[in-house]
């Protein structure tokens, strides 16, 4: 079992920036990627980024160049930096924890609102 718990959610003005944190406990080897998604009010979840163990990234096209996703393995914590911030990336940011295709379950963190807005 993993649990997932996020930080650094906030109101920042369009432009700014904001850095969340996601830390892990539990059965840290079995996870394989971690990663961010996010939630606007009145739609669906949506993934953001994405990072394996390998360090293998991927982002959706709408925060490439903007946010950067990185893990520090010796804290067991994942983290999104987000910068050039823009209203519509206002959102309840979800980290999440995928495991190895062995133990095969997903865990998501409780969430963390982002408000972007002047």
């Known amino acids: 079992h993993v649990q997932l718990v996020e930080s650094g959610g906030g109101l920042v003005q369009p432009g700014g920036s904001l850095s969340l944190s996601c830390a892990a406990s539990g059965s840290i080897s079995t996870i394989y990627a971690m990663g961010w998604y996010r939630q606007a009010p009145g739609k669906e979840r949506e993934f953001v980024a994405t990072i394996t163990t390998a360090g293998d990234v991927v982002y959706v096209d709408s925060v490439k160049g903007r946010f950067t996703i990185s893990r520090d393995y010796a804290r067991n914590t994942a983290y999104l930096q987000m910068n050039s911030l823009k209203p519509e990336d206002t959102a309840v940011y979800y980290c999440?924890?995928?495991?190895?295709?062995?133990?095969?379950?997903?865990?998501w963190g409780q969430g963390t609102q982002v408000t972007v807005s002047s």
């Open positions: 999440n924890a995928e495991q190895y295709s062995d133990y095969g379950n997903t865990y």
